[in-house]
């Protein structure tokens, strides 16, 4: 049995029809773990029941079948300990800045006092660099700053995973970027068990350890587990000069334009558990390509990520 810090087993979502039609299972027999201080990214199809999967992890809706279980414990409801970051940034928009952190932290600590839960604040405020945007509402915020809010808001409350979907999506490229190299900094420093919904390859191979594909829907499985082989340290401006790049890279494309939506037919190979979900290592064992700004020199070796 997988003793993964968060596992979900068998689960199984089934919506039933409206009027009387036929039930759709969107998803069924999903298995795979998520190990304490991981980043993993779950990438599918629009419809293969990504966001009802994160919905179900976070307590926000129920399984029809199998289970999730935490720390050893199988989940029944939200709990505080897996704080959600939506799409849209979902602020109380009657509350400043400091205000919309602080109803979050009070909700876990009703002790303490306004000093306290002030500082608290202040913390995670400074650490996605809204300084000086204490006192400020939602409505005078850019798009970019609310995402920022809402990212502070999750973790001042120091939930035992983060839980985001899509949650740069609605932003424009730039923006984008910079809270990514952001979350990456702050998931560096503080080791936050993290889930992330993408439909983005390089938001994918930037901030993952590992990266779940699911295919099409209905009945959507786990195809596979991709282990992301580029090193612990990339950024947004050097990993694609890294050998394992384009075979990551290449690999997810794969994924989304053919196999995403053909995988019915890899589901009747005898070879397919979806209690165990094949893990590849694109780049791992292939020839290195060569990377794009030393084109003189002799090609690195693709290197083992020994794990
Ligand atoms: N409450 C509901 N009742 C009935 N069907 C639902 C309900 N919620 C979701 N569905 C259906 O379940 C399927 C999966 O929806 P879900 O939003 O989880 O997909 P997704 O992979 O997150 O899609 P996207 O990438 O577009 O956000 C869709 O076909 C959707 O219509």
């Known amino acids: 049995?997988?003793?993964?810090?968060?596992?979900?087993?068998?689960?199984?979502?089934?919506?039933?029809?409206?009027?009387?039609?036929?039930?759709?299972?969107?998803?069924?027999?999903?298995?795979?773990?998520?190990?304490k201080g991981e980043f993993v990214c779950l990438i599918g199809h629009s419809g293969c029941g990504k966001t009802t999967l994160l919905?179900?992890?976070a307590g926000l809706d129920e399984s029809s079948g199998g289970g999730i279980v935490v720390n050893g414990k199988e989940i029944t409801g939200p709990s505080l300990d897996r704080a959600v970051i939506f799409q849209h940034h979902a602020l109380l928009p009657w509350l400043t800045v400091m205000g919309n952190v602080a109803f979050a932290v009070r909700s876990r600590h009703s002790g303490w006092d306004n000093a306290k839960v002030r500082a608290h604040c202040q913390k995670y405020i400074d650490l996605v660099h809204l300084t000086g945007s204490e006192m400020k509402k939602p409505s005078q915020l850019s798009g970019g700053m609310k995402q920022r809010v809402g990212?502070?808001?999750?973790?001042?409350?120091?939930?035992?995973?983060?839980?985001?979907?899509?949650?740069?999506?609605?932003?424009?490229?730039?923006?984008?970027?910079?809270?990514?190299?952001?979350?990456?900094?702050?998931?560096?420093?503080?080791?936050?068990?993290?889930f992330m919904i993408t439909h983005d390859i390089d938001e994918a191979i930037l901030l993952a350890d590992k990266i779940v594909l699911m295919?099409?829907?209905?009945?959507?499985?786990?195809?596979?587990?991709?282990?992301?082989?580029?090193?612990?340290?990339?950024?947004?401006?050097?990993?694609?000069?890294?050998?394992?790049?384009?075979?990551?890279?290449?690999?997810?494309?794969?994924?989304?334009?053919?196999?995403?939506?053909?995988?019915?037919?890899?589901?009747?190979?005898?070879?397919?558990?979806?209690?165990?979900?094949?893990?590849?290592?694109?780049?791992?064992?292939?020839?290195?390509?060569?990377?794009?700004?030393?084109?003189?020199?002799?090609?690195?070796?693709?290197?083992t990520a020994g794990r």
């Open 1 to 35: 049995m997988s003793t993964s810090h968060i596992r979900i087993e068998g689960l199984r979502k089934t919506f039933p029809a409206p009027r009387g039609g036929v039930a759709v299972t969107v998803f069924d027999q999903v298995w795979f773990g998520i190990e």
């Open 55 to 57: 919905n179900i992890l």
């Open 151 to 194: 990212i502070a808001r999750a973790l001042a409350i120091e939930p035992d995973i983060l839980l985001m979907d899509e949650p740069f999506s609605a932003l424009d490229a730039l923006t984008r970027g910079s809270l990514q190299d952001e979350l990456v900094s702050i998931c560096a420093a503080t080791q936050q068990t993290s």
């Open 215 to 303: 295919s099409n829907g209905p009945e959507a499985r786990v195809c596979e587990i991709v282990e992301n082989t580029l090193p612990k340290g990339r950024t947004r401006k050097d990993m694609h000069r890294h050998p394992h790049y384009y075979p990551m890279r290449n690999h997810l494309l794969e994924f989304l334009v053919n196999r995403a939506n053909s995988f019915k037919t890899e589901l009747s190979d005898p070879g397919y558990d979806p209690m165990h979900p094949p893990v590849t290592r694109p780049g791992v064992g292939q020839p290195a390509a060569r990377p794009i700004d030393a084109p003189g020199d002799p090609l690195p070796e693709a290197k």
